[in-house]
């Protein structure tokens, strides 16, 4: 998808809500549990029927796949191949977290872009420009590099000051991966729980989009993530994950999902119509 | 394992060598592609068998198996069940080089410690304390935490100086991660290509393990790296991958592979005696 494609999604919409498949089988409300041979891939199916009006992008959390196997990485396969299939308006992200030396870098992104059709895929960027470029080959898919990052362990070393620059380490990412990348093919991860920085970070990058985690159980809010991190084409993606699939644990969970999404999406539309952008 | 178990296994087999299974099914022998059902699986137990007297340890990359979806997934199963069954003595590292925040971290936890049996995994640093912990909560299991990569993009921002503390990240990486594991249940990756900072490194982790991939292809000194990296427990596991699984691509691509995993062997265990630990 291109970026344009994506802007034109989101004002279609009247939304930037991306919904993060976080699909742990261990909350799955006990009747799909009890009347499915794949549990996860039908519990993702609903929840895509119930909010794909409401959204532009999916975001399926791989550990969530790979902790039960062979299992998970079928259902994670087959949910990609449905929102492809019935969706194709959907943005489809592998947050995934990825980055390894060149050759490997080059076999994970066969894994998300040639063996499933992933737009997207979330890439941490110790290693490098090696271990990034080698996912931007592949025309119209998309890196997500981590930036800035939701959690409490972002202290721990993405604010640390160069000595030379005096840039922080998420802003060294910032400025050094443009050379990388394009707005065309390039995103960032910045955390909700942070969105006073977001001013800084988009006087780096003005035009790339951000993935924006954090808003919902992670306690960030999308007034303020919208204030500071707008801009011309939107250049938001907001993530929610756990408020909206497990917003109800029985068998109106759909509706649940659905009312929860249309929450944060009628919030977006309020936004984006106050900044003109529809 | 423990540390004292690995050390126990170093000495008696005359070896610090890990055999990195980066399995590619496009260079697998033509006779066992067109031969099985299951080529990568059947691949990685001839190399195992060629190899398993002469190292301590075997390093799946994920990517490679990742790579071709679910039969890949399968293979990589089927192949740590086969080691841990065959060679209970030898150390399986997942390479993976994740890290998430800590909910999802837990999962990719259950993925290597609960439903693999992997001792160890490879894990980024970039999100910090509470992306590493989880994996930390299983018995007898490892983290390998990314210090200084062996590839180009190390110099990126690993090598980046503190403003306060004049610590360069990886120092930073190194120091700050002590407190979150301990020598024995954490290791440190750090690149053959950068061997000369070894003696950096252990000033800062005496006791620790360090996983040093890029012997061989990559282009590090065995001799080198155990010069300013080994301790009195040895405390280095050095991977080759490519040099050994695909020394040969025809039919006698186990004693081709034999052959350069002695020759590794036979330069340690001089380096061992040498150094006075066998």
Redesign the interface.
């Known amino acids: 998808m291109t970026k344009q494609e994506l802007f034109e999604n989101i004002k279609r919409k009247e939304s930037f809500l991306c919904v993060g498949l976080?699909t742990?089988i261990n909350k799955i409300p006990e009747h799909i549990l009890n009347n499915s041979d794949d549990p996860i891939f039908d519990f993702n199916v609903q929840i895509v029927k119930a909010t794909a009006d409401l959204c532009v992008a999916y975001k399926p959390?791989l550990?969530?796949y790979?902790?039960?196997?062979?299992a998970g990485?079928?259902a994670l396969?087959r949910t990609v191949d449905y929102i492809r299939a019935e969706y194709p308006d959907q943005f489809i992200i592998a947050?995934a977290?990825?980055?390894?030396?060149?050759n490997?870098?080059a076999?994970?992104a066969?894994?998300f872009f040639?063996?499933?059709d992933f737009d997207a895929v979330t890439v941490?960027?110790?290693?490098?420009?090696?271990?990034?470029t080698p996912f931007l080959t592949y025309e119209n898919k998309w890196v997500i590099l981590?930036a800035l990052?939701?959690?409490?362990?972002?202290?721990?070393?993405?604010l640390?000051?160069?000595?030379?620059s005096?840039d922080r380490?998420f802003e060294?990412?910032l400025k050094?991966s443009q050379s990388w990348g394009t707005a065309e093919n390039m995103m960032y991860v910045v955390g909700a729980t942070k969105a006073e920085m977001l001013t800084e970070i988009r006087s780096i990058v003005p035009e790339h989009f951000l993935l924006v985690p954090g808003v919902g159980a992670?306690g960030g809010s999308l007034a303020e993530v919208a204030e500071y991190g707008l801009n011309d084409q939107c250049g938001l993606l907001v993530n929610s994950s756990r408020q909206i699939i497990y917003a109800s644990s029985d068998s109106d969970f759909k509706d649940a999902a659905h009312d929860e999404a249309r929450k944060l999406q009628a919030e977006m539309s309020d936004i984006l119509k106050n900044r003109g952008l529809i």
């Open positions: 976080d742990d959390n550990a969530f790979e902790s039960i196997g062979l990485w079928d396969e947050d977290k990825r980055g390894d030396i060149g490997t870098s076999m994970y066969r894994s040639g063996n499933m941490a960027p110790y290693m490098g420009e090696d271990s990034v981590l990052t939701s959690n409490k362990g972002a202290f721990d070393f993405q640390m000051k160069d000595a030379d005096s380490l060294k990412v050094k992670q």
